[in-house]
């Protein structure tokens, strides 16, 4: 079984910055992409940003020049920061990672609990 902690989310005027992590712990023999989606109230979740193995990353264009993603491979933990925040940024921000459990397994999505992210004007 693999397990994603997210952690870092909260409260933060418009133009401030937070910074979020998701650790994937468990069963984990590779990961090969990792990354971070949102859902507003109201509104279907969407991917904010996305890093494969190989460091290349990308980004919903609502966010480019603002958020980075970043992951530290040893910890098998991902980054959010997210600079120049907006009240449209307002949502629960999900982390994901596409791990495969054992070398003979296929790569399966798993998904951290959410992390409440709030942007006030």
């Known amino acids: 079984q693999v397990q994603l902690v997210e952690s870092g989310g909260g409260l933060v005027h418009s133009g401030g910055s937070l910074r979020l992590s998701c650790v994937a712990s468990?069963?984990?023999?590779?990961?090969?992409?990792m990354g971070w989606y949102r859902q507003a109230p109201g509104k279907q979740r969407e991917l904010v940003a996305v890093i494969i193995s190989g460091g290349n990353t990308n980004y919903v264009d609502s966010v480019k020049g603002r958020f980075t993603i970043s992951r530290d491979n040893a910890k098998n933990t991902e980054y959010l920061q997210m600079n120049s925040l907006k009240p449209e940024d307002t949502a629960v921000y999900y982390c994901y990672a596409r791990v495969r459990t054992d070398k003979y397994s296929t790569f399966s999505n798993y998904w951290g609990q959410g992390t409440q992210v709030t942007v006030s004007s």
């Open positions: 468990g069963s984990i023999s590779s990961i090969n992409a």
